[in-house]
């Protein structure tokens, strides 16, 4: 039986973003979940910095890059939501061995899915999620 996915956080959290070409921190990921099934799968909705009137926003131009293709380039993810955190260190406490690699799932004109490597700054605020590259 497939595990469900659990809800951190449904509403809108600001993300650092690094990709190869770009730098940003004017996206926000919604619908954020965790799965702990098979592996620990982090899932996160960018989709909606697209759906706004003004176009010509930073949110809605970085969001545009990344669709358009920056996406595959991604390189890393900053988490500073203390709920998400909670929510994510509270799951990883019900399995009997954390992985040392997570699925990033992030919706956004589609799904695109990452291995990446989450690493906790040392005061606990802010979580990075390093995607892992392909070839290893």
């Not at 809108?12 to 690094?18: A, K």
């Not at 940003?24 to 954020?32: I, K, R």
Request: proline share 3%; hydrophobic share 40%; net charge positive.
């Amino acid at each position: 039986m497939a595990m469900v996915w659990r809800s951190l956080r449904i509403g809108g959290s600001l993300l650092y973003v690094e990709c190869s070409s770009m730098y940003t921190n004017n996206l926000y990921g919604y619908d954020s979940r965790v799965r702990v099934d098979s592996k620990f799968e982090v899932f996160l909705n960018l989709g909606r910095n697209l759906r706004t009137r003004n176009t010509s926003t930073n949110q809605y131009l970085d969001a545009r890059s990344l669709a358009d293709g920056d996406i595959e380039r991604l390189k890393m993810i900053q988490i500073s939501d203390a709920q998400i955190i909670d929510g994510l260190s509270a799951a990883l406490k019900r399995i009997a061995a954390p992985p040392d690699e997570w699925a990033l799932i992030i919706e956004l004109r589609g799904q695109h899915s990452f291995r990446v490597r989450p690493q906790l700054d040392s005061s606990g605020t802010s979580l990075f999620l390093r995607v892992i590259d392909p070839r290893d």
